[in-house]
């Protein structure tokens, strides 16, 4: 049995959250170089799979331009729908599976409430 690498589970965990922070907010998110990638039976995340060209001005480590762009980001600058309908429509069948629940518009739970219920 393999030990379990706390540093190599951190890194797969941040991929996703990347990748989703990519497709979302504009904060921090690199400029797509080349022609994109065919995604025909591939995830969605493989459209970051192309030459990416990082501003010279922000660094990864860099807490506080990311904190301060973050609090002045305005709504308009969120891409709320990265899954386009020509995206959705190049999927196989089975990603689209369930799409009722993951697409679904709903209300997003409060931890004071919770919280309060919970006692």
């Not at 589970?9 to 996703?16: I, K, L, R, S, T």
């Not at 301060?68 to 999927?91: A, C, F, H, I, K």
Request: aromatic fraction near 12%.
């Amino acid at each position: 049995m393999t030990q379990f690498n706390k540093n190599a589970f951190g890194f797969v965990a941040a991929v996703p959250l990347q990748i989703w922070a990519w497709d979302h907010i504009h904060i921090g998110r690199p400029d797509r170089v080349g022609s994109p990638p065919d995604l025909h039976d591939c995830p969605l995340g493989c459209r970051w799979n192309i030459g990416l060209r990082f501003r010279r001005n922000v660094k990864a480590t860099d807490i506080e331009f990311y904190r301060d762009e973050l609090d002045q980001q305005r709504e308009s600058q969120v891409t709320w729908m990265p899954y386009t309908e020509d995206v959705l429509n190049g999927l196989p069948a089975f990603c689209l599976e369930g799409s009722a629940i993951w697409r679904s518009r709903t209300s997003l739970i409060c931890a004071i409430y919770v919280d309060y219920h919970l006692r």
